[in-house]
């Protein structure tokens, strides 16, 4: 595969929200290009409107980017208001035209709304991490809203590390040895 350029990378941001042990996933329009009909959860891309045309945070650059293309993403597909956004993980791929991508991947507890969808997404489900087994979820998905549904019930957030068969629970003596 050719990538287009390898110093510039198309950024997304995806939100996975909580709200009474529930998990908000949303079924992806069956005409979407990637994942057609696959249940995920909210998020998009940066774009340069979500920072050029507003004050700058310092005399040359903007902070807080990210979080606002986030919230705006969020607003746009399902109309909910959410609280402090934190981070989870970040995934990086090659788009099939060639495009590296990169995923940041946030949680979130519900703050405020009623889920209105936009054309972006067809159904909609508040599921709990048993639930959400039943769907037919992006791969990887299902794996984040476990290590969410961890770091909710109590677990230290840097003992939970992502791996591809299951969520591991890396013991704290050892944590030197990832480092």
């Given at each position: 595969?050719?990538?287009?350029?390898?110093?510039l990378h198309r950024i997304t941001s995806t939100a996975i929200i909580y709200k009474d042990g529930k998990y908000l996933i949303l079924r992806r329009s069956l005409n979407k290009k990637a994942f057609p009909g696959k249940w995920t959860v909210?998020?998009?891309?940066?774009?340069?409107?979500d920072y050029v045309n507003t004050p700058k945070t310092t005399e040359n650059q903007w902070y807080f980017s990210i979080e606002k293309s986030l919230r705006r993403e969020i607003m746009e597909e399902t109309?909910?208001?959410?609280?402090?956004?934190?981070?989870?993980l970040d995934i990086t791929f090659i788009l099939p035209d060639g495009t590296p991508s990169i995923i940041l991947s946030f949680y979130s507890a519900y703050k405020l709304g009623?889920?209105?969808?936009?054309?972006?997404?067809?159904?909609?489900?508040?599921v709990t991490l048993k639930e959400a087994?039943?769907?037919d979820l992006i791969e990887g998905i299902l794996k984040e809203i476990e290590m969410v549904d961890k770091i909710l019930n109590g677990q230290n957030e840097d003992e939970i590390q992502y791996n591809k068969?299951?969520?591991?629970?890396?013991?704290?003596?050892?944590?030197?040895a990832f480092l």
């Open positions: 595969m050719e990538i287009k350029n390898q110093k909210p998020g998009g891309g940066l774009e340069t409107d109309n909910l208001e959410v609280g402090k956004i934190k981070y989870l009623e889920v209105i969808l936009n054309d972006e997404n067809i159904n909609y489900a508040w087994k039943n769907y068969n299951k969520i591991q629970s890396i013991n704290p003596n050892s944590l030197n």
